[in-house]
T-cell receptor, first 115, second 114 residues
């Protein structure tokens, strides 16, 4: 149990376009979802925390207008990178928790390449 | 704010031997949760072991065990009988309360040599 999926696993887009990444909890209801960014050989950096039905809370330095997060249901959160630029190229990972539990379940990640 | 420090960027061990990865953290909380995650080349994050700060007994999961020293704010991971499949990046992580954010250390790249 406790499976989280991400789609797509890899995406290449042109500079200036927008790309959407989906994060789904397949067999449980996720009251909270987290979005991380990871550069090669570095740690995971939290970008934002989203709770179902409310606005996401962004970490300091993360542009909320550039990284749009929507958590419309208890099983789906989306991250949209708007007007992507090459410096947005990275590995994006989501995780989900059921609230009141101390474990986060991680998706397999999405590799974004902006050309 | 909480911080997590892993002072060993890279480590290597021979197959079947034992290795210990270090982690220290800083917090003013009295109760919290600590984790070790493994990230193999596939980059899927895998939970290795967790420890609740109010529990004095060190957590163990098969070949993996921790040495939790609350007063010293230290949380090391011991891997016994290392296997080639243990080759991965290992992250130490802190969680203040259930369901809250994880704060990760910088990671330790472990290589198990045949």
């Amino acid at each position: 149990g406790a499976v989280v999926s991400q789609h797509p696993s890899r995406v290449i887009c042109k500079s200036g376009t927008s790309v959407k990444i989906e994060c789904r909890s397949l067999d449980f209801q996720a009251t909270t979802m987290f979005w991380y960014r990871q550069f090669p050989k570095q740690s995971l950096m939290l970008m934002a925390t989203s709770n179902e039905g409310s606005k996401a809370t962004y970490e300091q330095g993360v542009e909320k207008d550039k990284f749009l997060i929507n958590h419309a249901s208890l099983t789906l959160s989306t991250l949209t990178v708007t007007s992507a630029h090459p410096e947005d190229s990275s590995f994006y990972i989501c995780s989900a928790s059921t609230g009141g539990h101390n474990e986060q379940y991680f998706g397999p990640g999405t590799r974004l390449t902006v050309t | 704010a909480q911080t997590v420090t892993q002072s060993q960027p890279e480590m290597s061990v021979q197959e079947a031997e034992t290795v210990t990865l270090s982690c220290t953290y800083d917090t003013s909380e009295s109760n919290y949760y600590l984790f070790w995650y493994k990230q193999p080349p596939s980059r899927q994050m895998i939970l290795v072991i967790r420890q609740e700060a109010y529990k004095q007994q060190n957590a163990t999961e098969n070949r993996f065990s921790v040495n939790f020293q609350k007063a010293a704010k230290s949380f090391s991971l011991k891997i016994s009988d290392s296997q080639l499949g243990d080759t991965a990046m290992y992250f130490c992580a802190f969680m203040k309360t259930s369901g809250s954010r994880l704060t990760f250390g910088e990671g330790t790249q472990l290589t198990v040599n045949p």
